[in-house]
């Protein structure tokens, strides 16, 4: 049976750095950025982070196909220890072909944990990716 493809397409998703976008339009995507690590004392007892806001940007590209009308994309963060953070709701407005939406975000996450971090995008209610960012955890100087 072949499966119907008409839109909208996934053109990117990712984490980076920063997003430029020239006066043309043309996007560029600065560090794109899977793994990140953090350092805290060596004296520190704890083996919890202590917390670290994370300024990083998700980048989200879509092509409409044969989609048009109004959407609705959800953004989801899944922390290490399997707690969801609340979700994000971004309308967006497909008028096919090859029209696209480009969806910058801030990523402004407070990061008290070591692990994977996943990123899960939907539209309209199906999961189309998940987008992965390890957090590593050094400690630097020496204990006592």
Same mark, same amino acid.
């Given at each position: 049976?072949?499966?119907?493809?008409?839109?909208?397409?996934?053109?990117?998703?990712?984490?980076?750095?920063?997003?430029?976008?020239?006066?043309?339009?043309?996007?560029?995507?600065?560090?794109?950025?899977?793994?990140? %690590? +953090?350092?805290?004392?060596?004296?520190?007892?704890? !083996?919890? @982070?202590?917390?670290?806001? *994370?300024? &990083?940007?998700?980048?989200?590209?879509?092509?409409?196909?044969?989609?048009?009308?109004?959407?609705?994309?959800?953004?989801?963060?899944?922390?290490?220890?399997?707690?969801?953070?609340?979700?994000?709701?971004?309308?967006?407005?497909?008028?096919?072909?090859?029209?696209?939406?480009?969806? %910058? +975000?801030?990523?402004?996450?407070?990061?008290?944990? !070591?692990? @994977?971090?996943?990123?899960? *995008?939907? &539209?309209?209610?199906?999961?189309?990716?998940?987008?992965?960012?390890?957090?590593?955890?050094?400690?630097?100087?020496?204990?006592?």
């Amino acid at each position: 049976m072949a499966i119907e493809n008409t839109g909208p397409y996934l053109a990117a998703a990712l984490i980076c750095e920063k997003v430029l976008q020239e006066k043309d339009g043309t996007i560029s995507i600065i560090r794109m950025i899977d793994r990140v %690590t +953090l350092t805290a004392p060596a004296a520190l007892s704890s !083996e919890t @982070l202590p917390p670290v806001s *994370l300024n &990083l940007n998700a980048f989200i590209a879509f092509k409409a196909g044969s989609a048009k009308g109004r959407n609705t994309v959800k953004w989801r963060v899944e922390t290490p220890s399997g707690v969801v953070l609340p979700e994000q709701l971004l309308p967006v407005l497909f008028e096919g072909e090859d029209r696209g939406i480009n969806l %910058t +975000l801030a990523l402004n996450l407070l990061v008290d944990q !070591e692990g @994977l971090y996943w990123f899960d *995008l939907f &539209l309209e209610g199906q999961l189309l990716t998940r987008i992965p960012l390890r957090i590593f955890y050094q400690r630097i100087g020496q204990s006592s």
